[in-house]
């Protein structure tokens, strides 16, 4: 597994954040780092530093009862942001930007003109519109990280992630994103929607 790490002289940091990627996580696990990577990568954006730094700590933290209470310095994005000012700073990059980036990751909805945040959030969701067996992979690796809730509540929850997404005017925001991934992403999500809501009959 190819994972582009561009602090040549941190691989101990490197070597932490893929311990961190590698513990029984289900779907937010090393897999899904290398795939956002290799997005980022496929975005033309495989140079920006702090993009690709951000990538590295977006889910560097990950726990599903993170931010259950609704408290904003509990949600996993946060945490993993306060780690990546905690862990990067001195370093000769804009700190600021990477922490800022991973916090962004959180709703995924960058501004108009951030070219930075279009591409990190384009690359964490392109997930969405992967062929179908991996679609199907990624579902049952993210019921697996909720596997402590029934399917019941499970289906409430994650119908309600994916009403939010498909509401969206545009689930991408690169060119190149909206082009490819666009479509496929609302087909899969559309007829998971159609699965969860069987499951509440």
């Known amino acids: 597994m190819h994972l582009d790490w561009p602090l040549p002289h941190r691989p101990e940091l490197r070597d932490r954040l893929v311990a961190a990627y590698s513990t029984a996580r ?3 696990d090393l897999r899904h780092l290398a795939e956002v990577l290799q997005r980022i ?8 530093r702090e993009v690709v730094l951000a ?13 259950a209470g609704g408290s904003v310095p509990d949600t996993n ?3 993993s942001a306060r780690l990546a000012e905690q862990e990067l700073a001195g370093e000769d990059i804009d ?3 990477v922490a800022r980036l991973v916090r962004l990751t959180a709703e995924h909805r960058p501004g108009p003109g951030d070219t930075a945040g279009e591409l990190l959030c384009d690359a964490d969701l392109a997930i969405l519109a992967s062929a179908t067996p991996r679609y199907q992979e990624y579902v049952a690796d993210v019921r697996a ?14 119908i309600a992630v994916l009403e939010d997404l498909l509401g969206k005017p545009q689930l991408f925001h690169t060119v190149y ?4 991934w666009e479509s496929p992403a609302r087909e ?11 499951v509440l009959r």
């Open 145 to 158: 990280e909720y596997a402590a809730y029934d399917d019941r509540d499970f289906a409430s929850g994650r």
């Open 26 to 28: 289900g779907y937010h």
């Open 41 to 48: 990568t496929e975005l033309g954006a495989g140079d920006h």
């Open 95 to 97: 700190v600021v930007e």
């Open 55 to 67: 990538a590295w700590f977006h889910d560097a933290v990950y726990d599903t009862a993170a931010g």
């Open 177 to 180: 994103a909206r082009k490819h």
């Open 188 to 198: 899969n999500m559309a007829a998971e929607l159609q699965r969860l809501r069987e």
């Open 77 to 79: 994005e946060e945490r």
